[in-house]
């Protein structure tokens, strides 16, 4: 045997072999061909340009191709509002585009590439290289701690046959999204991926999520910021997004009296391209926001002193909603309808701004060590008692006639 005295050692006992072994799996691991993966994804994007271009709004963006026919996926955004949408493809191609459909649920938008002599339902002879989302949503979700790539346009490095950036991550958590865009609430409140990378960034919304194989998992989110930890977020809707929506429709009785009637509707984001791409898809209505109390349950929550003070039950009004559905002392509300509830602030903005009396909502409330989900139907507010009018002052008496008693004389 060759070799110095504690290679012959390490040869002999066997340890080489395994230490060989894991060397090469590592090296080879290592030495994944990324680019291989990149420069064939890099095909099924788009470069999009369109409104904005001031006071951080960006004028430029990212699509991923979804049928050979020119049909592009997007996120739903100021870029689209406008009559002047350009793509650029990867070959160089500058191409126009129009907007189809937009549904703000998914914060999905479709787009389709314009050519010139042809109407938007007629056949475009492109030809692209495209991802079936379809195939793409029946392979299971990428698992925590996967590795995953993003390929976008961020911060407008690539312009015309330029190859888009490429971003390696890792997935952190798959969870529901609550999230907002300055002040206002995010639409999308389905699941997704939470990304160990930077790569929401300006131009990147719309991007491909990929896995290491090159089979997409998402399309890259705008920039948000997370409602619960107040941090900018770096997220992907996968493609097997689902939310479901409660819609109210107006329904007349039999004695033609019309009334509102409420039911839930369920989307997807596959749903969403295939309709989309035959144009059937209607985007979903959602019922505008309440203003003013909301529907009155009649809980009483413990003293309201912190910040963020958790939303415990301290009492109930007899014969209220909350009696009738059998809340109870000490009960804490962590869900309203699938939304979180991190204080009792807001549990009350959600039920102002989202509640009417008659709907009927559903709460999570942890009771003890248990989760018990607890339904309650709202009611209109009861009347304010009114202050006691004060008693009037009972009427003076006449002023008694007094006699001066006459003079002496």
């Known amino acids: 045997m060759k070799g110095t005295p504690i290679s012959r050692w390490l040869l002999g006992s066997g340890l080489g072999v395994v230490l060989l072994g894991v060397g090469g799996v590592l090296s080879a691991s290592a030495a994944d061909p990324f680019h291989e993966v990149a420069e064939k994804a890099n095909r099924k994007l788009v470069k999009i340009f369109g409104a904005g271009g001031f006071s951080r709004l960006n004028n430029f963006g990212t699509g991923i191709i979804v049928s050979p026919e020119g049909h592009i996926l997007t996120v739903a955004s100021q870029l689209l509002d406008t009559p002047d949408l350009v793509v ?4 160089g191609q500058r191409l126009r585009a ?4 937009i549904e703000p649920e998914l914060d999905a938008a479709l787009l389709k590439i314009r050519v010139e002599g042809k109407r938007p339902d007629e056949p475009a002879g492109l030809e692209l290289d495209y991802f079936d989302i379809e195939a793409a949503a029946q392979r299971p979700r990428a698992e925590v701690g996967d590795w995953v790539l993003a390929l976008s346009n961020t911060f407008e490095i690539a312009l015309r046959d330029e190859p888009l950036s490429l971003q390696r991550g890792v997935v952190m958590a798959y969870t529901k999204m609550a999230g907002r865009r300055g002040i206002f609430e995010f639409p999308y409140t389905g699941e ?8 929401n960034n300006p131009g990147a919304a719309g991007g491909a999520l990929l896995d290491r194989k090159g089979n997409l998992l998402g399309i890259i989110g705008r ?7 107040d941090t900018w977020m770096n997220y992907a809707i996968p493609v097997q997004a689902a939310v479901e929506i409660k819609v109210r429709e107006p329904v007349k009785d039999k004695e033609g009296r019309v009334s509102e009637q409420e039911r ?14 035959r144009g059937e898809y209607k985007p979903v209505s959602r019922p505008q926001t309440v203003v003013g109390e909301g529907g009155w349950h009649g809980i009483i929550f413990v003293p309201n002193v912190l910040e963020r003070t958790p939303a415990y039950v301290e009492d109930v009004v007899p014969g209220s909603p909350a009696a009738k559905a059998g809340l109870r002392p000490d009960d804490l509300i962590s869900f309203v309808d699938g939304e979180p509830i991190v204080s009792i602030k807001a549990f009350q903005d959600w039920i102002r701004k989202n509640t009417r009396p008659g709907m009927t909502i559903r709460l999570e409330v942890r009771r003890g060590e248990a989760l018990q989900t607890v339904e309650l139907t709202l009611a209109s507010p009861p009347p304010r008692p009114q202050p006691p009018r004060p008693t009037p ?10 006699e001066t008693p006459a003079p002496k004389k």
Do not use: C, M
Request: hydrophobic fraction near 45%; avoid cysteine.
């Open 88 to 91: 650029h493809l990867y070959d």
């Open 98 to 101: 129009q907007v189809l459909v």
């Open 192 to 199: 997704v991926y939470i990304v160990d990378a930077i790569t």
């Open 223 to 229: 920039e948000l910021r997370n409602t619960l930890s």
């Open 264 to 277: 839930t509707v369920h989307i997807s984001l596959v749903e969403f391209v295939k309709k989309g791409v």
């Open 393 to 402: 002052a009972p009427p003076k008496a006449a002023d008694a006639k007094t």
